[in-house]
């Protein structure tokens, strides 16, 4: 059975100390909450404290994106063993602010998702049509092809720590969500890549998230589909009640 995970994505906001204070609030909430694995992925600067106040909860840790170099002239920029050495666990790829605002291609995300994986990172690899490919009916095609160009030369046993979220586009940040329909459908056509990759087991077994204005009011019924496995959430990650009732949608 492939794992439940609902993972927030904090974006730019939150400073350390509203990081250890939305972590203390939210531990209690969620304890015991283990049918699905809770993630927050939040800002380089949050990441220690944030380690340090989820330390013995059942809360872990991610980034937000990673460099694909181990090092060197890149100015500005994060490496995976410094991820590492502070105590991430996991890391966002390939968002679609990271591809709309700072130039990400799909290139880039497979050098980043390699780069995460060798050094022992778990993946949220991002993917997800925009308003226009919806529209001109070539959904299917679009997170099929980025489905493929993302994963190129990651092997089985790699793809064992990725998690891939289906983000349409247009419904990230929008309040426009896809229905349980849409995002079941998109969500199969993307396992139906990963068995064209590497098997039917490994398709079964992968965990394939969707994102885009999931909330408290429509988690369930986007997570009873049987092809989503859990949420990758953007601002009702930011609300210690919110994030609650989702992860609590995702226990039910
Ligand atoms: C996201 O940031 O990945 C996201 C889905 O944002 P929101 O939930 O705010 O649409």
Avoid at 103 to 131: F, H, M, P, Q
Avoid at 190 to 203: H, K, P, Q, S, V
């Amino acid at each position: 059975m492939r794992r439940t995970v609902i993972a927030g994505n904090w974006k730019m906001n939150m400073t350390p100390s509203a990081t250890k204070a939305f972590i203390e609030e939210l531990a209690p909430m969620v304890k015991g909450m283990d049918k699905c694995d809770i993630v927050l992925c939040v800002p380089f600067v949050d990441i220690a404290t944030a380690v340090e106040a989820a330390k013995g909860t059942n809360i872990r840790i991610g980034a937000e994106n990673v460099h694909f170099a181990k090092s060197g002239a890149y100015t500005g920029e994060i490496s995976a063993e410094m991820l590492c050495e502070i105590g991430t666990e996991y890391v966002v790829i390939g968002h679609s602010e990271r591809r709309q605002y700072f130039g990400e291609t799909d290139e880039t995300v497979n050098l980043r998702t390699k780069a995460a994986l060798e050094a022992g990172l778990k993946v949220i690899l991002c993917l997800g049509e925009v308003k226009e490919e919806r529209l001109a009916g070539i959904t299917d095609e679009v997170v099929t092809m980025q489905t493929k160009l993302d994963l190129a030369g990651i092997s089985a046993e790699q793809l064992k720590n990725v998690i891939i979220a289906y983000e349409p586009v247009w419904a990230i940040g929008t309040g426009l969500t896809a229905t349980p329909e849409q995002a079941d459908e998109t969500c199969g056509v993307i396992r139906a890549a990963i068995a064209g990759l590497y098997g039917e087991a490994a398709a079964e077994a992968i965990t394939i998230q969707y994102g885009g204005s999931m909330n408290d009011g429509n988690a369930a019924e986007l997570l009873a589909k049987v092809n989503v496995d859990g949420g990758l959430i953007g601002g009702a990650s930011l609300k210690t009640d919110k994030f609650t009732a989702i992860v609590k949608a995702a226990n039910a």
